[in-house]
């Protein structure tokens, strides 16, 4: 069995509530963060959290899974400050015949009480704003793909965030500044609260929608204000119909295939999982479940829940992949294919 500190990495909007639980005697050890608005990078950074030890970390900043691009860069002379944190400390005990299984529950809850106080009214920094000294901002996100409907339709359960000013998607490699996301409802809307004052733009994407979303008025957040944006509506890029994809544009690699792991590294924890991509070791499976060449995917015949492998890996020589499909003997615009 291997236990790897990467096994229990996760993205950003995850890490809520994470720590260890000693079974004799039965405690727990938590640390709680009620609100990622101070770590880079937005939700679906990954970061680490704990790893065994055991060790329980709260990485603020972090190039893991991303390299130079999240190394933040200063001119000369360049003033700059932020907060990181509170992050709340929790520890538990069991004084009846539960199981330690009752210490992860009842860290649950603690964190859902967390969340609801924050931000907190305690720190004496004013760099550290009271909920009264914030903003928040609301609006409705619609997506308007005229290849599938002639009428834009809600941006269900879409990613909207706040993050400094910057190019489409930048909020990915924004780590100076905070960031502020919530999710939109099934009619598209949103509402992002407790918001610093200063000035942003607001990022989105959609779950099963190709592309990223900026809205092009700056936002400024002063003390006390809420800003309405009303509908704002997103069109993806296309030049034509989809004629195939592979995947499901949703920034995760969950639907493709995945294989067991080599029975001297498995993690029981993982067997039978959800999330079973995180057994060790699965990246030299791909050399050994395709010893002779890299994969084939025939369009209309394969399935890329069982033949397209979850992770780009290296097999220590040139990687090439192949898609075959049927010849299309008239196109009458351009169309669009997708890989995600």
């Known amino acids: 069995m291997v236990d790897d500190k990467y096994?229990?990495?996760?993205e950003a909007k995850d890490i809520r509530v994470h720590g260890w639980v000693s079974a004799d005697p039965p405690m727990g050890f938590w640390q709680i963060t009620p609100s990622y608005e101070f770590r880079s990078a937005g939700p679906s950074k990954q970061f680490l959290n704990s790893h065994d030890g055991p060790t329980s970390l709260s990485v603020f900043h972090?190039?893991?899974?991303?390299?130079?691009?999240?190394?933040?860069?200063?001119?000369?002379?360049?003033?700059?400050?932020?907060?990181?944190?509170?992050?709340?400390?929790?520890?538990?005990?069991?004084?009846?015949?539960?199981?330690?299984?009752s210490l992860w529950e009842d860290a649950k809850k603690q964190m859902m009480n967390e969340v609801q106080t924050?931000?907190?009214?305690?720190?004496?920094?004013?760099?550290?704003?009271?909920?009264?000294?914030?903003?928040?901002v609301c609006g409705r996100l619609l997506v308007h793909d005229r290849y599938i409907?002639?009428?834009?339709?809600?941006?269900?359960?879409?990613?909207?965030?706040?993050?400094?000013?910057?190019?489409?998607?930048?909020?990915?490699?924004?780590?100076?500044?905070?960031q502020f996301w919530t999710i939109a409802n099934e009619d598209g809307y949103f509402s992002i609260k407790n918001v610093h004052t200063g000035v942003y733009n607001l990022y989105a994407w959609v779950p099963g929608?190709?592309?990223?979303?900026?809205?092009?008025?700056?936002?400024?957040?002063?003390?006390?204000?809420?800003?309405?944006?009303?509908?704002?509506?997103?069109?993806?890029?296309?030049?034509?119909?989809?004629?195939?994809?592979?995947?499901?544009?949703?920034?995760?690699?969950?639907?493709?295939?995945?294989p067991d792991p080599n029975p001297l590294y498995i993690n029981k924890?993982?067997?039978?999982?959800?999330?079973r991509f995180r057994q060790y070791g699965l990246w030299e499976r791909y050399a050994e479940l395709y010893p002779d060449g890299d994969l084939v995917y025939m369009i209309g015949n394969s399935d890329y829940r069982k033949d397209w492998f979850f992770a780009q890996v290296t097999r220590f020589e040139f990687l090439q992949y192949y898609y075959y499909?049927?010849?299309?003997?008239?196109?009458?615009?351009?169309a669009l294919f997708s890989c995600l």
Not at 118 to 136: E, H, I, K, L, T
Not at 224 to 237: F, H, K, M, R, T
């Open 118 to 136: 924050w931000p907190y009214d305690f720190p004496a920094s004013v760099d550290f704003p009271s909920s009264d000294q914030r903003g928040n």
């Open 269 to 275: 924890l993982y067997v039978n999982h959800p999330d």
């Open 149 to 178: 409907s002639e009428n834009p339709t809600p941006g269900i359960c879409s990613y909207i965030g706040l993050a400094l000013p910057g190019d489409v998607g930048s909020w990915q490699r924004e780590c100076k500044g905070y």
């Open 62 to 101: 972090s190039t893991h899974y991303a390299g130079e691009d999240l190394i933040m860069k200063f001119g000369p002379n360049e003033p700059w400050k932020k907060v990181y944190g509170p992050v709340f400390m929790y520890l538990n005990s069991l004084t009846n015949e539960e199981g330690p299984n």
């Open 209 to 258: 929608v190709i592309g990223d979303y900026r809205y092009d008025v700056v936002i400024t957040i002063t003390s006390g204000l809420s800003i309405d944006v009303g509908n704002l509506v997103y069109e993806p890029p296309r030049d034509g119909p989809t004629l195939w994809e592979i995947g499901i544009p949703d920034r995760t690699a969950a639907e493709f295939y995945v």
């Open 7 to 10: 096994e229990y990495s996760s």
């Open 325 to 334: 499909y049927p010849s299309i003997k008239k196109i009458s615009n351009i």
